[in-house]
């Protein structure tokens, strides 16, 4: 999703389940290079949080500045995509 709207895109639907696993649509306008970004950026982002999460655990007080961080984070995200219809 969050791939979607930095290209310029967006999510038309988000479906969470009770087992934690979830399923996004999401849309561009269509261009192949958009598209590429938006079905790769699912490991990507992974690979680049993981990277983050390690670049934390560099100081005394980066895992619990790291562990904040990514809190607020998906807090913000909860409160931007999750609706109950």
């Given at each position: 999703?969050?791939?979607?709207?930095?290209?310029?895109?967006?999510?038309?639907?988000?479906?969470?389940?009770?087992?934690?696993?979830?399923?996004?649509?999401?849309?561009?306008?269509?261009?192949?290079?958009?598209?590429?970004?938006?079905a790769?950026?699912?490991?990507?982002?992974?690979?680049?949080?993981?990277?983050?999460?390690?670049?934390?655990?560099?100081?005394?007080?980066?895992?619990?500045?790291?562990?904040?961080?990514?809190?607020?984070?998906?807090?913000?995200?909860?409160?931007?995509?999750?609706?109950?219809?």
């Amino acid at each position: 999703g969050t791939a979607a709207i930095m290209v310029g895109g967006g999510i038309q639907k988000l479906l969470i389940y009770p087992d934690t696993s979830g399923l996004a649509w999401t849309y561009t306008d269509g261009s192949e290079w958009k598209r590429g970004v938006v079905a790769s950026a699912g490991y990507t982002g992974t690979a680049i949080l993981g990277m983050i999460m390690l670049l934390f655990r560099r100081t005394h007080r980066g895992p619990t500045y790291g562990l904040i961080a990514i809190g607020v984070v998906i807090l913000l995200s909860c409160m931007l995509y999750v609706r109950n219809t």
